[in-house]
């Protein structure tokens, strides 16, 4: 990657703009300055010495570029070449560019391209989107200088220029945008990605609104056209790939037309549109769709929680790079957020509904906004807090007094991503969760804290703006056994406190004011199906085996301290797998020995006398904690993952094996190794286990020695060596998420993919068979613990296997003892042979429905 220098006379100003370029350069980018002279460099000045120390800090075969501000500055740098050497002269460019600008657009283009003559190219044409938005017009003699072309004046026609007016070196097409909601957030967003794939700058101008052409850079700039349905954009590009940038966003608006590109929902009108409307449809009409969260039903009178934000002293920020700063580290960790929150929703809604949030992640990099918030900081003296707040509410407001009603709610948006970075700074106060009367509680989001203090007798339902099936609030409101939905955002739908409104959290749908005969329907409903969960709760206590008595034990997945207490009330029978990685995650350094110690002593006092199976860190993917620096891979998945980060990192590793091996003293504690796929990295594991015992012997420490050890079984390398592995591990734990994954090739958070992500394959079906054979050849026992073992239907094929586990989610287990109970393990037996016949899953799923019909199960 090519490497950037930034030299300055003055220190702040160049440690300020390394700060800027950080925020729009990729990770492993090489930046480095060389400013100021004196002591701590805070004389104005430059050093050639220092110049030439800063190039060899980021050299690299392809390239420095070296970016200076003014006078002396030029001199230093040229100076600083004659104490390299001659090879390392050829790579290094000193370029003419504005230091600001050039330093950011260079910046911005190393994720792009690894070509110093390309990324030289594009730091020299830094200053035209500021020209283009002053709407400044150069010279006949500046254009020539600068062989640049495009008269950056909008143009004051709506209709298309004369082919003549656009010059040589600029191309330039005028489209129908045809998409339904016009260039909303998401459209928008695929044109800025689509944009920055080639070599060329791209701007874009509504012509049925006449106005100025922006930058395809900036999100909100391309709102801000207002381009709806039926209006002609104006699309220039310049660059050596001008023509291919041009066709290809030709192409994408062409498959706008075909394909339109929704909304996340059909736009919410404003509250009093959304009440009118509401007035005008029939009760049995109002059913919208959400997220299912927490299966029951619920009608009541909706309230809705009210927020409220703390706004820090009024005092200026103490210091404008501290807050800068603050308002950095805040802007990355809602970006972190938001990705998880696409990562977890994309399954459920699909990668296009789901994108909204990588919208949003483009809100806050937008440079004008940046920019705006910086000079706020810098200028006029504000602290982090308040610089945000108003530059967003700047933007929003522009949105706000828009004609097109689309382009006003666009400023919730914005708002929205104000919340979220103001969230990092002040803190709020939320009303007490105490409700005096029964109600449906509608929020934006639930903490699990927040849902600890929920009274079912009195929150029948919950719905959530965002939230998802997955998170720890919606375990612990399944545990408290209160329905919920999410992804329904009522705050602009019209509604309030009072209005009823009916849910249903297996289906996710939702009934907004509801008439009396849907309120009896829901309400009948609602009791037969609590009337339903008491009896499995009740049944859950007993220990799990089959109607013939053939013991399969019944185990939780558990991946937070909450949610060991959901598996003790479930009827868990132990942990089968605890998912370390909440202890790592969300914070800026791993977590300490005695940390580790205390949470897995308190699962496991809550648990015994039943086993608790600590998997050791399982990261990589689409996980990974902030302080660990994997290299950029074009494949995550299938590069560093579970234990090889572990053996990577071998200071985070020993620590949590002296944690596990501390934990044992006094509890049945088991070690499990995630996505082992060869006996050599299951040697290279074991051996820190030795290390750990050594230490922890030397310094006197009590601790359990040996512990039960085995694998995660997530690939078809180590099911095809399992009877190898059978001789070394104490148990096997198939984790059938990821082994259909990599078995079919399939992604499995791929939308487009979703019907190869299923472990009830007949190709799953058989591995778990053959990893289950030669297990108990060698008398070892065998869990499986991905989402299947969650799945009805797939109980009695894994038990007719000879699965001697089962670990899934709490939630699932008193459904899965009851059905358990009804099943002969003779006829399990039978069923599984059959389905290893199958061709597909279909065939698979059609037996197994009929089984549990049979046996008195869910409906076939």
Known sequence: MVGLVIVSHSRQLAEGLLGLARQVAPRQAKIAIAAGIGEEHQEIGTDALEIAAAIRSVYSEEGVLVLMDLGSAVLSAEMALEFLSEAERQRVRLCPAPVVEGTLAAAAQLALSADLDKIYAEALIALTPKQLHLGYSPSPYERGARGEGWQSQPSTSAQALPSESIP??????????????????????????????????????????????????????????????????????????????????????????????????????????????????????????????????????????????????????????????????????????????????????????????????????????????????????????????????????????????????????????????????????????????????????????????????????????????????????????????????????????????????????????????????????????????????????????????????????????????????????????LRTEFLYQNRPHPPTEPEQVAVYCQLAEWLKPHAVVVRTLDVGGDKLPAYLSLPPEANPYLGLRGIRVSLRYPDIFLTQIRAILRAATDYPIHLLLPMVATLEEWEQAKAFVCKAHEQLDREGIPHGYPVPMGIMVETPASVYLAEHFAKEVEFFSIGTNDLTQYTLAAERGNPALSEYNDALHPAILRQIQQVISAAHACGKRVTVCGEVASLPEALPILVGLGTDELSLNPNAIPQQKAILARVESGEAQSLAQEVLKCRNVGEVRQLAQRFLAEIGGIEP
């Open 168 to 577: 040589e070196d600029e191309l330039s097409l005028i489209v129908r945008l045809e998409n339904p909601h016009g260039l909303h957030a998401r459209p928008a967003t695929q044109l800025l990605q689509t944009a920055a794939r080639f070599d060329a700058q791209v701007w874009v101008a509504n012509l049925d609104r006449n106005t100025p052409a922006v930058e395809a850079v900036s999100l909100n700039a391309l709102l801000a056209l207002g381009a709806t349905q039926g209006q002609r954009l104006r699309v220039i590009a310049r660059g050596p790939q001008a023509a291919e940038a041009l066709a290809a966003i030709q192409d994408l608006m062409d498959a706008w037309q075909r394909h339109p590109v929704l909304e996340e929902a059909p736009p919410m009108p404003l509250a009093g549109e959304t009440k009118e409307r509401l007035e005008q449809t029939a009760p049995e009409e109002k059913a919208i769709r959400g997220v299912p969260i927490a299966e029951g039903i619920a009608v009541a009178p909706i309230h809705f929680l009210q927020t409220t934000w703390v706004e820090p002293p009024s005092s200026g920020a103490a210091s404008p790079r501290q807050e800068w700063q603050r308002l950095q580290a805040a802007i990355q960790k809602v970006e972190g957020d938001l990705q998880v929150r696409f990562e977890r929703l994309r399954g459920q809604l699909g990668e296009e509904k789901a994108a909204i949030f990588q919208a949003q992640a483009l809100f806050l990099r937008d440079p004008l906004l940046l920019e705006r918030a910086r000079q706020l900081i810098l200028k006029d003296n504000l602290n982090a807090w308040q610089a945000w707040k108003q530059a967003c509410d700047e933007a929003a407001q522009a949105f706000q007094q828009a004609d097109d009603s689309y382009l006003r709610q666009r400023a919730l948006d914005i708002l929205d991503i104000t919340r979220l970075v103001l969230a990092n700074f002040g803190e709020t106060k939320v009303e007490t969760l105490r409700l005096s009367e029964a109600a449906i509680l509608a929020a934006e989001e639930l903490t699990p804290n927040q849902v600890a203090e929920l009274d079912p007798q009195t929150v029948r339902g919950v719905i959530l703006a965002g939230g998802g099936a997955t998170s720890h609030s919606a375990i612990l409101l399944r545990g408290l056994g209160i329905p919920a939905v999410g992804g329904v955002d009522l705050a602009r739908s019209g509604l309030k406190d009072g209005d009823w409104i009916g849910i249903d959290g297996q289906s996710g749908e939702v009934w907004l004011c509801p008439g009396p005969a849907v309120i009896t329907e829901l309400e009948e409903k609602a009791r037969r199906w609590k009337e339903s969960r008491q009896r499995l709760l009740q049944s859950a206590r007993q220990p799990a085996q089959t109607r013939d008595g053939k013991r399969v034990e019944i185990l939780a997945n558990v991946g937070s301290l909450a949610e060991g207490k959901l598996a003790l009330t479930s009827g868990a029978e132990g942990i089968g797998v």
